[in-house]
Structures are given as structure tokens and as C-alpha cells.
T-cell receptor
Framework: DQQVKQNSPSLSVQEGRISILNCDYTNSMFDYFLWYKKYPAEGPTFLISISSIKDKNEDGRFTVFLNKSAKHLSLHIVPSQPGDSAVYFCAASVYYGGSQGNLIFGKGTKLSVKP | ETGVTQSPTHLIKTRGQQVTLRCSSQSGHNTVSWYQQALGQGPQFIFQYYREEENGRGNFPPRFSGLQFPNYSSELNVNALELDDSALYLC???????????FGPGTRLTVT
């Protein structure tokens, strides 16, 4: 039973346009959400996060939106660049005991940004 | 500042054997988390070590065990290997219970 779902295995976008990656979750106890980017032959790297007390967090070209009632979050990349081509993982955690090591990941979405 | 490193890069083992994977934490980090990523899946939490003590464990059987050393490097040991253990094994380090910023490149384990 997947608690974090990324229903689009892949996404192709033209350079300069917006990329929107979606993520749904089922566990209402999740209170912290993260996005990671992974290039081939490298480990995932943290990109941006959002706490459940917020509905938006922005960092440069990257913005994450959280809709708690729909249990849905999305990552917007504007403008998209060819270097953004990677696999993007959505992850969630329950901040119990102060530990965020136990992250629940989605299966990932492979983003391809075409020049 | 050195990042998270893992060894070996690739490993092939036979069913029933035992394997040890190694992880060196990012400088200054005292917490290590291990994840298993099967093909086509997202990483799945195995366990976390903080100051040489296990601090949380995912849904993995006892034949998955770990160690953290005084220099905060870590080992993941898997006994009685099964075919389904074939996966990419990732470790990540953090300072205390902060979120995981960087993962190592992983060890690709193939069990035949």
C-alpha cells in the first residue's frame, strides 16, 4: 500500500516552459514533505521542502505547493532548463521524536527538458 | 567538505551469502540512514543510526543489520541473501535529526 504516490512516471517539457510534478499521499499524519532530484549514477539530492503548516514554499525557480485537504503537493519549475532533466522523488515524513530519517518516498517522475 | 561516500559501487553475490556495505558520512554528521531502492521503486527506509545506536527501523527483517562506528561511518550487513535483495542501497548522513540533504551514490547489489 503506497502512502506516497507519483502517478506520472515521466514528463517531457520544452526549455523555458513550466514543469509541474505531482505527488499524492494517503497518510494524514505526514507533516513534512520534501522533493529530491536524482541524476544517473548519483544519490538523491534535496531540492526543496514544505511543512504542513504552510501551503507554499519558494526557492528560486522551484516552488512547492501543498493542498492538505486534497492530500496533494506539486513541484513547479519555472523556467525549466535542460539541466533540470533528472528523476524527481517526492518524500514525506512524520516528525516524530524529532527524527526525519524515516522518509516515505514515491516512485519518482523522470523529467526531460528539451532544448 | 567531503560528501557521503559508499563502497563498493557494484557487488554480485549468490543467494544465501552474506554482504557488507560501507558508508562514510559527510564531515561533521553524526547520523546515518540507510535505504533500499529496488528497480522502478522509490527508496525505502531500512534503519537509522545516531551516535552508534539504532534509532528507528523500517519494515525489514532482522537479517538486515547495521553498525555505526565512533567516526560515524557505517556498515549495512545483510545475511542469507535472497534474490529480492537485489537493489541499489543508499545511505545518507545528517547532523542530529535534521532532514537528509545528500545521499551517497549507492551500492548496486545483484543477488544471483
Amino acid at each position: 500500500d503506497q502512502q506516497v504516490k507519483q502517478n506520472s512516471p515521466s514528463l517531457s517539457v520544452q526549455e523555458g516552459r513550466i514543469s509541474i510534478l505531482n505527488c499524492d499521499y494517503t497518510n494524514s499524519m505526514f507533516d513534512y514533505f520534501l522533493w529530491y532530484k536524482k541524476y544517473p549514477a548519483e544519490g538523491p539530492t534535496f531540492l526543496i521542502s514544505i511543512s504542513s503548516i504552510k501551503d507554499k514554499n519558494e526557492d528560486g525557480r522551484f516552488t512547492v505547493f501543498l493542498n492538505k485537504s486534497a492530500k496533494h503537493l506539486s513541484l513547479h519549475i519555472v523556467p525549466s532548463q535542460p539541466g533540470d532533466s533528472a528523476v524527481y522523488f517526492c518524500a514525506a515524513s512524520v516528525y516524530y521524536g524529532g527524527s526525519q530519517g524515516n522518509l516515505i518516498f514515491g516512485k519518482g517522475t523522470k523529467l526531460s527538458v528539451k532544448p | 567538505e567531503t560528501g557521503v561516500t559508499q563502497s563498493p559501487t557494484h557487488l554480485i553475490k549468490t543467494r544465501g551469502q552474506q554482504v557488507t556495505l560501507r558508508c562514510s558520512s559527510q564531515s561533521g554528521h553524526n547520523t546515518v540512514s540507510w535505504y533500499q531502492q529496488a528497480l522502478g521503486q522509490g527508496p525505502q527506509f531500512i534503519f537509522q543510526y545516531y551516535r552508534e545506536e539504532e534509532n528507528g527501523r523500517g519494515n525489514f527483517p532482522p537479517r538486515f543489520s547495521g553498525l555505526q562506528f565512533p567516526n560515524y561511518s557505517s556498515e549495512l550487513n545483510v545475511n542469507a541473501l535472497e534474490l529480492d535483495d537485489s537493489a541499489l542501497y543508499l545511505c545518507a548522513s545528517s547532523l542530529g535529526f535534521g532532514f537528509l540533504e545528500h545521499f551517497g551514490p549507492g551500492t548496486r547489489l545483484t543477488v544471483t
